[in-house]
């Protein structure tokens, strides 16, 4: 390759990087929260991958899977550590379980490639949720 089909692809790739993790890789975290939106609302990552959301917003969010939504064999995800989503819902809507608070972080480790879509709790009417998209390591590095 010479210098200047270099240049290009490695400015293409520059382009590509920042337009998937601009609201992540300087910071401490993937995804972040503003006071009614996941930034960004869809993320992907290869298998394996541990994605955190950070709350950079004055409100309280949530993190918290859809149950009927999830891949096969893939393990619920919520924050607050709940088994399910009934619970996560019950817990919120009672006490505030699961509430991620200014400046705090949740982070989940997923393994198993598909498509998991979640939601904010106290603002799922708003249009508050996201979609973590997880690519098996093999889809992502062409091996
Ligand atoms: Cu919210």
Known sequence: MDRRAFLASAGALTVGLSGCLAFGKD?????????????????RVPSGTTVVWKNTSARAHTVTAYDASLPDGADYFA?????????????????GGGAIYSGETYAHTFEQPG???YVCLPHESDGM????VVESRATVTGE
């Open 79 to 95: 924050s607050g550590g709940y088994d399910d989503e009934d619970a996560a819902r019950d817990a919120w809507f009672e006490s």
């Open 115 to 117: 498509t998991y879509p």
């Open 129 to 132: 949720d996201g979609v973590i």
């Open 27 to 43: 910071e401490d975290y993937d995804v972040g929260m503003s006071d009614s939106r996941f930034l960004p609302a869809e993320y």
